[in-house]
């Protein structure tokens, strides 16, 4: 089981900066009807994390399935280093799942990342899985004025003009999103996606309903496991 509990700062940059080199922003999977969202939940000042994901129909959002893991990490939570604290137990939650997903959508930053290396990255790469990263705040890079009305988007760009994702608008005059692809994916491809990922809330679909059920995880309102629609009836409301 993956562990970076022992990990130093030190031994984490030089971790992202030798796995980089692997990191393919092509897109590799066209025709897919099925997406994921990936999200973690934790109790302050406990090391107990608990991690989700949350398969739905690609476009129509409709949830099919989840998996859910509690687990425990010692690793801090350090800005850059989001994957060390949380990949581990998400690849638990991943293992779970029976059938995979075309694309998963995670709740952070893809390459929109210092050394390219945000959690979506990571986590891509460790499951050779195409992988999208959906941030609800700015890590790295700048954008110009963005348009105020639902859809308006706007490229981020990294210091060295390389462009590394976009910021978009899910709803007229809210704070945007961040997207960036993680791997086996483009950055055009990353906001298209994205985009019919939307529906009528601030985060898109895949990240927002896996939110929901690792909170719900977190508060005891479901166990750990895996579940399909059939199997736990009027939780998919």
């Known amino acids: 089981m993956l562990n970076y509990d022992h990990f130093s700062i030190e031994e984490a940059t030089q971790l992202q900066n030798q796995l980089r080199h692997n990191l393919a922003n092509q897109t590799d999977i066209k025709d897919f009807t099925t997406i994921a969202g990936a999200d973690i939940s934790h109790n302050k000042d406990t090391d107990i994390v608990y991690a989700g994901i949350v398969i739905l129909t ?26 060390f604290r949380e990949v581990p137990s998400l690849l638990q939650a991943w293992e779970q799942l029976p059938v995979k997903p075309g694309v998963v959508v995670l709740d952070g930053q893809g390459i929109t990342h210092p050394r390219r290396m945000g959690i979506a990255s990571h986590f891509g790469l460790l499951t050779n899985h195409a992988t999208i990263g959906c941030a609800k705040t700015m890590l790295f890079g700048h954008f110009p004025d ?33 997207i960036s692809p ?56």
């Open 58 to 83: 690609y476009p129509q959002m409709v949830v099919q399935s989840y998996s859910l893991i509690e687990a425990k990490t010692t690793f801090p939570y350090v800005p850059n280093y989001l994957g």
């Open 146 to 178: 963005l348009g105020s009305t639902k859809f308006s988007n706007s490229p981020i760009m990294s210091p060295a003009n390389e462009l590394l994702g976009y910021a978009l608008r899910t709803k007229d005059k809210v704070n945007p999103v961040y």
């Open 182 to 237: 993680g791997h086996k994916m483009s950055v055009p491809d990353s906001l298209t996606i994205m985009k019919q990922c939307i529906q009528h809330h601030r985060i898109p679909e895949p990240t927002r309903q896996a939110h929901e059920y690792v909170n719900m995880l977190r508060t005891g309102q479901l166990q750990p496991g895996y579940y399909t629609a059939n199997s736990q009836l009027g939780l998919f409301d």
